[in-house]
C-alpha cells in the first residue's frame, strides 16, 4: 500500500481516502517541511545588509587611492600615508575622532546614571501621574531624531542662551536621546528579578538606602553594563542630534565629519574612520554582552547554592 498523510498521522482507516500528492505538491503541503524559502530569505537580506558594509572596511585597508577598486593591502589610510591625509595623520579627522570619543563617553557616564535612577522611581511610582511619567520617559525613545535635535537646537538659542552651540549643547541632546535606553533595560531586569529580595534585606534589618545599595544594584549589574554598552555604542554613530548642535569646527564628531568629506573626492581614509567607527561599536556591544552573560551566569549560580543551604 502506498505511503498516505493518514498513515503518517496514525490514522491508518483514512489511508484509503487520502492520498499523498507527489512532487512538488507533496514538498509543498508537508507542514514538517524545512522552511527553505525563509531561510533563503534570511541569507539574502544578511548578504544585502553585510556585503556593503564588508567591501567599506576592505577598502580601508586598500594601499592605493582608489575607493572603489581594490590594489593591495596595506595601512596608508590608518597610519602611514605620504601626504599625512591617513585617519590618524590628518588634523581634522583626529580632531573629529577625539570629539567622537568625549562625546560618548561622557554621554555614557551621564546617561547610565540617570536612567537607573529614573527606572528606579518609576518602578516604585504607583499614584497619580505615573502613567504619563512613564510614557514621557518612552516618548524620547520613539520620536523621530531629526524632531529631537531641532527642538533642542531651539532651546539652546531661545531658552538656555546660556549653552552655546558645541560639546555642551551636544552632550545635553544626546543624554535626553539616550536616557530612554538604560530605563528600558533596567526596569526589564527589574520586572525579572521582582522585589522579594529587596523586601528580605529590609525584612532583615536593613534600611530601604541600604538595601537598594547592597542588595538591588548588585542585581541590576547585568542590565547597567548592557545600559552603558548600548548608550555608548549608539552615540558614537549619532549624525542628526550632533549635526544640530555642532558649533565651531572642532565639536564636529566622526560622523558629521564623513558625511561632510564623502560628499566630495573622498580617500580611503573615509572607510577607515568608518570602519573605526563600526568597530568600535561592535567592541563595546560585545564587552556589554560577555558582561552580562558573566553576571548573570554568577547571581543564577549564586541563587542556586543558596536554595541548595537552605
Known amino acids: 500500500m502506498s505511503e498516505t498523510v493518514a498513515t503518517r498521522a496514525g490514522m491508518p482507516e483514512l489511508a484509503a481516502t487520502q492520498p499523498v500528492a507527489r512532487g512538488f505538491r507533496?514538498?509543498?503541503?508537508?507542514?514538517?517541511?524545512?522552511?527553505?524559502?525563509?531561510?533563503?530569505?534570511?541569507?539574502?537580506?544578511l548578504a544585502w545588509s553585510i556585503v556593503p558594509v564588508a567591501i567599506a572596511v576592505l577598502l580601508s585597508f586598500n594601499a592605493g587611492r582608489s575607493n572603489t577598486t581594490f590594489q593591495t593591502f596595506g595601512l596608508r589610510w590608518w597610519f602611514d600615508d605620504p601626504d599625512g591625509e591617513s585617519l590618524f595623520q590628518d588634523e581634522a579627522l583626529r580632531t573629529a575622532l577625539t570629539q567622537t570619543l568625549k562625546l560618548s563617553?561622557?554621554?555614557?557616564?551621564?546617561?547610565?546614571?540617570?536612567?537607573?535612577?529614573f527606572a528606579l522611581g518609576l518602578d516604585r511610582w504607583r499614584g497619580r501621574g505615573s502613567g504619563p511619567a512613564n510614557f514621557l520617559m518612552l516618548l524620547t525613545f520613539v520620536l523621530p531624531e531629526i524632531i529631537l535635535g531641532v527642538a533642542m537646537l531651539l532651546v539652546v538659542r531661545f531658552l538656555l542662551t546660556f549653552v552655546h552651540l558645541g560639546t555642551t549643547a551636544?552632550?545635553?541632546?544626546?543624554?535626553?536621546?539616550?536616557?530612554?535606553?538604560?530605563?528600558?533595560?533596567?526596569?526589564?531586569?527589574?520586572?525579572?528579578?521582582?522585589?522579594?529580595?529587596?523586601?528580605?534585606?529590609?525584612?532583615?534589618?536593613?534600611?530601604?538606602?541600604?538595601?537598594?545599595?547592597r542588595v538591588l544594584l548588585p542585581l541590576l549589574y547585568p542590565a547597567i553594563f548592557a545600559s552603558f554598552a548600548i548608550v555608548f555604542a549608539d552615540t558614537i554613530d549619532n549624525f542628526v542630534t550632533v549635526r544640530y548642535l555642532s558649533g565651531p569646527a572642532s565639536s564636529e564628531p566622526l560622523s558629521l565629519k564623513i558625511y561632510t568629506v564623502a560628499r566630495g573626492a573622498a580617500t580611503p581614509a573615509v572607510n577607515a574612520a568608518a570602519t573605526f567607527m563600526l568597530g568600535s561599536s561592535t567592541v563595546a556591544i560585545a564587552l556589554g554582552y560577555i558582561a552580562y552573560r558573566y553576571l548573570s551566569r554568577g547571581q543564577r549560580a549564586g541563587v542556586q547554592e543558596f536554595t541548595a543551604q537552605v
Open 26 to 45: 507533496r514538498w509543498w503541503k508537508d507542514p514538517w517541511r524545512k522552511p527553505r524559502f525563509l531561510e533563503a530569505l534570511t541569507w539574502a537580506y
Open 170 to 213: 551636544q552632550v545635553l541632546g544626546l543624554v535626553t536621546f539616550q536616557i530612554s535606553y538604560p530605563v528600558i533595560i533596567v526596569r526589564a531586569r527589574l520586572l525579572s528579578i521582582g522585589k522579594e529580595y529587596e523586601e528580605a534585606a529590609m525584612d532583615l534589618g536593613a534600611p530601604p538606602r541600604q538595601a537598594i545599595r
Open 105 to 117: 563617553v561622557i554621554t555614557m557616564l551621564i546617561a547610565v546614571p540617570l536612567g537607573v535612577s
